[in-house]
Nanobody, 112 residues
Framework: QVQLAESGGGLVQAGGSLKLSCVVSGRTFSVYATGWFRQAPGKEREFVAALSWSGGSTYYADSVKGRFTISRDNAVYLQMNSLKPEDTAVYYC????????WGQGTQVTVSS
């Protein structure tokens, strides 16, 4: 089992920045990567960014490339810059594959 706990969401104006954190614990060696997904109201959950557990590979959705940065030390972080209203969503920390583990989610709201 892998446990995930997010923090760092909130309300920010367009153009601002937020940093999300996710504490990962448990059998972390059993998953390939940790990362972030998001789900906006009325939309499906979508991939945002991921970092292989070895740290050698990073992956980003086209919509966030150049604005968001994923990193890890004692937690997995998502630094979000130049935020847009369309970034408004519940952000979920994720670990996997081969199994999927999810955090409880943290709300990010970007006002125009």
């Amino acid at each position: 089992q892998v446990q995930l706990a997010e923090s760092g969401g909130g309300l920010v104006q367009a153009g601002g920045s937020l940093k999300l954190s996710c504490v990962v614990s448990g059998r972390t060696f059993s998953v390939y990567a940790t990362g972030w997904f998001r789900q906006a109201p009325g939309k499906e959950r979508e991939f945002v960014a991921a970092l292989s557990w070895s740290g050698g590979s990073t992956y980003y959705a086209d919509s966030v490339k150049g604005r968001f940065t994923i990193s890890r030390d004692n937690a997995v972080y998502l630094q979000m810059n130049s935020l847009k209203p369309e970034d408004t969503a519940v952000y979920y920390c994720h670990a996997g594959p081969p199994n999927d583990y999810w955090g409880q989610g943290t709300q990010v709201t970007v006002s125009s």
